[in-house]
Nanobody, 114 residues
Framework: QVQLVESGGGLVQPGGSLKLACAASGSLFNIYTMAWYRQAPGKQRELVAHITRTGSTIYADSVKGRFTISRDNAKNTVYLQMNSLKPKDTAVYYC????????WGQGTEVTVSS
């Protein structure tokens, strides 16, 4: 029902930064908890960060202190600011509703390499 479109990925050197965005269609975006996930080649999808409608956040231990999730409910958009990127952060990043992740978009690819 709600379409999610991720953007902002790219190639970045270790130690660099990227900011991802996830734009959601639908007028009820602001009531849902949102999350970023990632999937590295050959690995399972994992939760990266999580944000409630009021802005409470949680992060995977692997990204704490480096990534920041935020949302702009007026714009139906959730962001992921990624700093101090490491090669292990290389993955396709997806956003979704963790309470009902019934479908997945194409994601946006992040490659961290020198």
């Amino acid at each position: 029902q709600v379409q999610l479109v991720e953007s902002g990925g790219g190639l970045v050197q270790p130690g660099g930064s990227l900011k991802l965005a996830c734009a959601a269609s639908g007028s009820l975006f602001n009531i849902y908890t949102m999350a970023w996930y990632r999937q590295a080649p050959g690995k399972q999808r994992e939760l990266v960060a999580h944000i409630t409608r009021t802005g409470s956040t949680i992060y995977a231990d692997s990204v704490k202190g480096r990534f920041t999730i935020s949302r702009d409910n007026a714009k139906n958009t959730v962001y992921l600011q990624m700093n101090s990127l490491k090669p292990k952060d290389t993955a396709v990043y997806y956003c979704n509703f963790p309470d009902d992740a019934s479908s997945w978009g194409q994601g946006t690819e992040v490659t961290v390499s020198s």
